[in-house]
């Protein structure tokens, strides 16, 4: 053995120093976390609306994961609270979101129509990225952003 405990020789070649001198194997790094899609921006609604009525609304998603993500929908959903719920009401219209690199942002707007059978009353607007869940995501829960703002349903 040499001064360090390693055992000489180490390999086919001919042992000639006072220190085996050993490869140090670098393991790989750890492979980069999956995409994950979140709307960093919501524009407020109008204060009010009347049923059937339409309003321009405009969000922005961000990949903050890190790895792409493939071509996405945002959904607009109005709701009774500022959390995506099973009462939620959907608003029919999606923005295509395309691929988006990690760090990168896509942002868009889009006239949504609310359903006439909407009950009457003041809702929280949200913006759902990848609502359709077709993208892997590193974290599926915080896709969903409230505008600052509520909008009374008239």
Known sequence: ???EGDTR?????ADIGADEYADVVTPPPPPA?????????V???PSTVRRGSR?????SVKNQGGTGAGPSLTRWVLSVDPVR???DRVL???????????????????SVRVPSGTPRGTYFLLACADDAGTVTESTET???RSAAASVTVR
């Open 43 to 45: 524009s407020n609604p």
């Open 92 to 110: 029919g219209q999606r923005r295509q979101v395309p691929g988006l690199a990690p760090g990168a942002t896509s942002t868009g707007s889009l």
């Open 1 to 3: 053995t040499d001064f």
């Open 85 to 87: 719920g099973g009462v």
């Open 142 to 144: 915080n896709n969903c």
């Open 9 to 13: 020789p180490a390999g086919l070649a």
């Open 55 to 59: 309003f321009t609304v405009t969000d």
């Open 33 to 41: 976390p999956p995409a994950d899609l979140v709307v960093i921006a």
